[in-house]
């Protein structure tokens, strides 16, 4: 009888247990932030995720009411800083600092991810669509519009070294996509971040690089790199004066978009309550006029999605990169 009683006085207890638990987990998204909150970043300092990422980490920290921290874990494309949260604890203390590049390009560029860039991580919030544009060094290649420049790389194939920001990153894919499309031969240069990548373009170790235009931009102001044309399918108000790849009219380019967005994960199992508070935060501070204003200024369209609108943006992301990734004929094993 005793040892009765005492199984069922467990088996009580534990039953209590499981009936509490929706109470506690759902007075911990009510409580959150309780502490600060780490931004992983996939790409190093000086980037144009890092510019963003440090454009919004006060004004988030203000609405959160907790400090935002940032922690870099760059390299391999943003697979490093993508391993680290798709196993961080989901708590909403631990977040990514992603790209469509990170989750959609590597899922299809590399064969063995220790993580699934839907299945492991739950998306957050967009913040910016971001243009890339084709800059090259007038020292190394002196041509005034982006036909003149198809015109000299066909005229010597394998002769140009284009820069990126790594294999996989969205200056890489958006150049391979480029070349697969007008057939030309060039070598690509995969560098760590933007800062290396774009100063082995001012230093003539390569002819060019597509990047972002927030990062392009200053050089171009000083006379040191020429701009030829945007990668998005419109012009980018912060260099009106740049044509797209499409307007060209050369056979190929036809509706060319190659454009990014940068965006914030969380791990998978995070409480969608905590991912809502976050979601709701990012959205409000990317309204605020001064914000949404510098943001414009530096060639980005700030980019307002619900969690479950964005869900549906990440996987069209990957759908369409692995069609990319196919016709380029790039792979990393």
């Known amino acids: 009888m005793k040892t009765t009683s005492l199984v069922r006085r467990a088996l009580a207890i534990a039953l209590a247990a499981v009936a509490l638990a929706p109470a ?15 931004i992983v970043m996939t790409f190093p300092p000086g980037s144009g995720v890092d510019v963003v990422g440090r454009l919004i980490q006060d004004p988030l920290a203000k609405v959160l009411g907790q400090p935002v921290i940032i922690d870099y874990k760059s390299g391999a494309a943003g697979n490093i800083a993508s391993d680290y949260v798709a196993h961080a ?12 590049a990170t989750h959609g390009v590597n899922a299809a560029l590399y064969k063995k991810l220790p993580f699934d860039v839907e299945a492991d991580f739950v998306p957050v919030a967009p913040i910016n669509d ?14 005034h519009t ?9 005229a010597h194939p394998g002769k140009y070294y284009y820069a990126s920001t790594g294999n996989g990153t969205g200056t890489h894919m958006a150049f391979a996509e480029m070349n697969a499309k007008l057939g030309l031969n060039m070598v690509h240069v995969p560098y760590k971040g933007g800062p290396e990548a774009i100063q082995a373009v001012l230093k003539a170790e390569t002819c060019c690089i597509m990047n972002q235009v927030q990062t392009v931009l200053p050089h171009a102001k000083a006379g040191k790199v020429r701009l030829l044309a945007v990668t998005t399918a419109k012009r980018v108000p912060a260099v009106a004066d740049v044509p797209t790849i499409a307007e060209s009219g050369l056979p190929g380019t036809a509706g060319f978009d190659s454009s990014t967005w940068f965006a914030l994960f969380a791990p998978k199992g995070t409480d969608p309550a905590i991912v809502a508070k976050l979601n709701a935060a990012v959205r409000h501070v990317l309204q605020e006029p001064e914000l949404k204003s510098r943001l414009e200024g530096m060639g980005n369209t700030v980019r307002l999605e619900t969690p479950e609108q964005f869900k549906a943006t990440v996987h069209a992301n990957r759908l369409k990169w692995a069609e990319v990734v196919k016709a380029a004929g790039v792979s990393i094993d």
């Open 130 to 143: 971001v243009s890339n544009v084709l800059t090259v060094n007038p020292q190394v290649m002196n041509v």
């Open 24 to 38: 506690v987990h759902a007075q911990g998204a009510a409580d959150w932030p309780q502490r600060p909150i780490t």
């Open 146 to 154: 982006f036909k003149e420049f198809v015109d000299e790389v066909r």
């Open 89 to 100: 604890k989901p708590d909403g203390y631990t977040v990514l600092f992603g790209t469509a």
